[in-house]
């Protein structure tokens, strides 16, 4: 529970916390813009750069769980401070980096450090604020928290252009030393040295699972999935992984996750929920400018402008559901931001190479609301029938869900584009024959060797295109999948304002 201190510094604490979390979510959206740059810089394949977006997730959800334990054991301000600097400093060497295997190397540093910034952050926000302001105070943290997805593409793009990629992560500093001179000044110490016994066993069987998965998503497809040595081992290992976790969740006097969090429909549901959320809204940034830039023709601020609407969107959409959270049912909420959803993404199947930015604008929007509707319901109702004292682990599985959905969903979404683009590509070449006049007419009587050249790159493009309409249904379905989860969800009744208390 909140302190009276903060309680009475409840508005600059919160500033300090959404500073956290718009750094820590710009750091994502602003590098999705950067990736061919940093692609070209470092020399790295199309499968290989990816890493740098999942080794951060991957970080994020092996540490998350471990955030509330932290808390606990050191208390919230110490790990907030420690958190906030040590993402600074990892953010510089992000810059700094000069290979592949560094820049890998310093976002899985940001991605320890930046682990508990978001569930900490919600769950200190649960404390200072009473039950009957919740969805609004979760509406503004969440609008600002995608300051983020608003500005960051369109940072990145300018910055990648004007100065160079490495500044998408130096960004970072006047930001994160803002949001540690916040804390270390109104937050008060409070906590430290209370935690239940830490369960070792619990804690890394649950990351040796999570990795393994991982690389198996990850490694799969330069690897012949799984006709290879090496991919039937991550499955074995994270097999065993998994098995042990969950013998050590129900058995342990101290497991590393309380099984009362099981008990809790709406959480389970609200949970299983945000996976998805994760995989909606990563996947769609990480594979947009990557299209627009390579296969469209498109500058880095030029995708980064077109993507940026999608911000917009879902921050126009949470001002509105803060004021309808407790005046309407929230899964009717629910439902009317997946319907959104899903037409966005029915939106995002119609792409072609000949399309104007338009589309990518109204799709982005319109995907943003359909998110916007979704996120803080999502938090709102995942939380509040929930006993105070498992807010922060809640809020550390729930993040650890939402983060796996999001490095589980880029996996997935690269591995079906190399297949699918391999596939469109012999589909497409197998219809062309010498004779065809469209094919003569576009590279002329003498193209030579030259003109086959113009030909298999025309080619790449098209399949390459259709490879991204099939991720775009793949997405649409697993978000329509998503439905039957309203039918366990019950909206719970909101105490009035003066119910809250803190403890000194």
Request: charged share 10%; hydrophobic share 55%.
């Amino acid at each position: 529970m909140a302190s009276a201190s903060d309680i009475t510094n409840r508005v600059p604490i919160t500033v300090a916390l959404m500073l956290a979390t718009v750094m820590n979510s710009l750091d994502t959206t602003i590098a999705n813009v950067a990736l061919p740059h940093i692609q070209g810089s470092v020399g790295a394949s199309p499968d290989q750069i990816a890493w740098v977006l999942t080794s951060y997730l991957i970080a994020t959800a092996i540490m998350t769980p471990l955030s509330g334990w932290l808390s606990v054991r050191f208390g919230r301000k110490t790990l907030f401070a420690v958190s906030i600097a040590g993402f600074t400093v990892a953010s510089m060497l992000c810059g700094i980096a000069t290979s592949l295997g560094e820049i890998v190397g310093f976002r899985l540093l940001q991605g320890v450090c930046g682990a508990s910034l978001v569930p900490l952050s919600q769950a200190v926000i649960l404390d200072l604020y009473p039950p009957a302001k919740l969805g609004q105070v979760m509406a503004i943290w969440g609008a600002g928290a995608l300051l983020g997805p608003i500005f960051g593409p369109a940072l990145g793009g300018w910055l990648t252009d004007s100065l160079s990629w490495r500044w998408v992560f130096y960004i970072n500093l006047p930001i994160g030393i803002l949001a540690l001179a916040g804390v270390m000044l109104f937050m008060s110490p409070g906590g430290g040295g209370k935690a239940k016994p830490f369960d070792f066993l619990g804690f890394g069987s649950i990351g040796v699972f999570v990795a393994s998965f991982q690389l198996i998503l990850d490694r799969g497809p330069s690897q012949d999935w799984f006709f290879s040595a090496e991919i039937w081992t991550y499955v074995v290992v994270g097999a065993i992984a998994l098995n042990v976790f969950l013998v050590q969740t129900l058995t342990a006097r101290h497991p590393f996750f309380d099984r009362a969090l099981a008990r809790d429909r709406n959480f389970v549901s609200c949970t299983a929920f945000g996976f998805v959320v994760g995989i909606l809204l990563f996947s769609v940034m990480a594979l947009l400018p990557v299209m627009m830039q390579q296969f469209m023709g498109y500058t880095a601020l030029e995708s980064g402008l077109a993507t940026m609407p999608r911000g917009v969107g879902s921050f126009a959409a949470m001002f509105i559901v803060g004021r309808l959270i407790g005046r309407v049912d929230t899964r009717l909420i629910l439902f009317v931001g997946l319907s959104i959803s899903i037409l966005s993404l029915w939106q995002m199947t119609q792409f072609d190479l000949d399309m104007t930015a338009t589309p990518v604008i109204v799709s982005g929007i319109v995907q943003g609301v359909g998110v916007g509707l979704i996120f803080v319901p999502l938090s709102t109702l995942a939380f509040t029938t929930l006993p105070t004292g498992l807010r922060s682990e809640a809020t550390a599985v729930y993040t650890l869900a939402r983060s796996l959905g999001s490095s589980v969903g880029i996996s997935i979404m690269e591995a079906l584009w190399t297949s699918n683009s391999d596939v469109a590509h012999a589909d497409l070449a197998g219809h062309i024959t010498p004779g065809d006049a469209v094919v003569g007419a576009a590279l002329g009587p003498n193209f030579g060797a030259g003109g086959l050249e113009r030909l298999n790159d025309e080619i790449t493009r098209q399949a390459a295109m259709v490879a991204y309409v099939d991720d775009f249904k793949v997405m649409m379905f697993i978000t329509l999948a998503c439905m039957p989860l309203l039918l366990f969800m019950r909206t719970p009744k909101f105490a009035p304002e003066g119910a809250h208390a803190f403890v000194d």
